[in-house]
């Protein structure tokens, strides 16, 4: 199964940076988490849905419809907060969040001064971003491959549509990536075009974490998706360096013989 929404970790203990976010609220993918809290909360035992092993966007759609609506705004994933310095040495810069649904990291990002980019094929989840944080005045309009909601200063764009479809000389050039999920989430048909079309957004210093789930049983349908890290190697492809921030066993959480979770930071080979 795909990995998925609405659930997250404790918090721990993070700075909020001029936003008061939900303190208890759990809007986000934690996939330290494991699977007892996943099968209460969206009943995948009884859901066919969740027998698949990999989601198209139609079955996110499906999945997120049947999510009632939320008006929380959730806290910072607590990995962005830590390593943030290491994902963009200087800021203010410019970030991509791909897959985003309705992270809370999109405005943690922009309230220190980032311009800020998500692209998102389930509406509902952008919409409901901007519900919640209704204090962004913002427009929405078309775009030639879907849809744009943006704050008036611009800073904060959420682009709803595809990821596959973006034209690669668009949205950038972006000095880091936060692809929390999203690497393991879209279908495995299009992970290594959804790699070229975000590493073509680049700018060449660029600092692209990922998070990942992998070596999991190859069968797993009813975790998160996982990968192996020669998958993620060689996706990201040769010239390309993968610098491991911290690895979790996370194998007892979901139940499995064998699953990690990764914090990775890919950059451009060094040259020799
Ligand atoms: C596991 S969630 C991660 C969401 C977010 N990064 C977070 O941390 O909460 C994966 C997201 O990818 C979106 N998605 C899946 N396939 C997509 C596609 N082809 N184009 C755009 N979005 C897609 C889903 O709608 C879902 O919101």
Redesign the pocket.
């Known amino acids: 199964m ?5 659930h ?1 970790g404790d918090g721990g203990h993070y700075e909020r940076q001029g936003w008061e976010g939900d303190s208890d609220d759990e ?3 934690n996939h330290e988490e494991g699977v007892g809290k996943v099968q209460h909360e969206h009943h995948m035992m009884d859901d066919p849905l969740f027998e698949k092993k990999q ?3 139609a ?3 499906d ?2 419809g049947r999510m009632p609506a939320s008006k929380s705004r959730g806290k910072p ?1 607590m990995k962005l907060v830590q390593y943030v310095g290491e994902i963009l040495p200087s800021e203010p810069a410019k970030i991509l ?7 809370p ?1 999109l405005r943690w990002l922009y309230e220190r001064g980032n311009e800020v980019v998500g ?4 509406e509902k ?1 952008v919409s409901e971003f901007f519900e919640a944080h209704d204090d962004l005045t913002h427009t929405v309009e078309d775009c030639s491959f879907g849809k744009l909601y943006k704050t008036s200063d611009n800073r904060l764009k959420v682009y ?6 973006v034209p690669s000389d668009t949205l950038g050039p972006f000095d880091a990536v ?5 690497f ?4 495995e048909d ?1 992970r290594q075009k ?1 790699v070229d079309i975000i590493t073509g957004m680049l700018k060449p210093d660029y600092r692209y974490f990922v ?1 990942v789930c992998h070596d999991g049983p190859s069968d797993m349908t009813s975790g ?2 996982n990968v192996t890290l020669r998958d993620l190697k060689l996706n990201f492809g040769p010239n390309r360096q993968l610098r491991f921030l911290e690895t979790r066993d996370i194998a007892k959480e979901w139940g499995v013989d064998a699953l990690f979770n990764s914090f990775v930071i890919v950059t451009a080979s060094e040259k020799k």
């Open positions: 795909a990995s998925h929404h609405d997250h809007i986000q993918c989601w198209t966007l079955d996110w759609t999945f997120v994933s969040l791909p897959l985003c649904g309705k992270t990291d692209i998102e094929g389930v989840l709803v549509c595809d990821v596959t479809k936060f692809d929390w999920g999203a393991t989430a879209i279908h299009n959804y998070e998160p998706s």
